[in-house]
């Protein structure tokens, strides 16, 4: 089992900074990849960035050049440093984990709202 719990969302000023965190919890060792995704009212859940194991990152083209994925050498929290923040960029911000054998993990999502 895997054990995700966002945190760090709030309120926050168009162009001002948020940094978000996510504890991983469990069986880590098998996890490979992680993502950080995002929900806005009334549209589909997509993903914001991610990062493999071995540090390769991707990131989509609404987000790049203002926010950074990370994750600690034990794999034990994954961060996303969110500049620039937009109004747009409003949304639940949901922590995923890839198990190798166990499948995928959701964290519970945390708030992120941008005012302009």
């Known amino acids: 089992q895997v054990q995700l719990v966002e945190s760090g969302g709030g309120l926050v000023q168009a162009g001002g900074s948020l940094r978000l965190s996510c504890t991983v919890s469990g069986s880590i060792f098998y996890i490979n990849t992680m993502g950080w995704h995002r929900q806005a009212p009334g549209k589909q859940r997509e993903l914001v960035a991610s990062i493999t194991r071995d540090g390769s990152t991707n990131y989509a083209d609404s987000v790049k050049a203002r926010f950074t994925i990370s994750r600690d050498n034990l794999g034990k929290t994954l961060y996303l440093q969110m500049n620039s923040l937009k109004p747009e960029d409003t949304a639940v911000y949901y922590c995923?984990?890839?198990?190798?054998?166990?499948?995928?993990?959701w964290g519970q999502g945390t708030q992120v709202t941008v005012s302009s």
């Open positions: 995923k984990g890839r198990h190798v054998i166990l499948g995928e993990y």
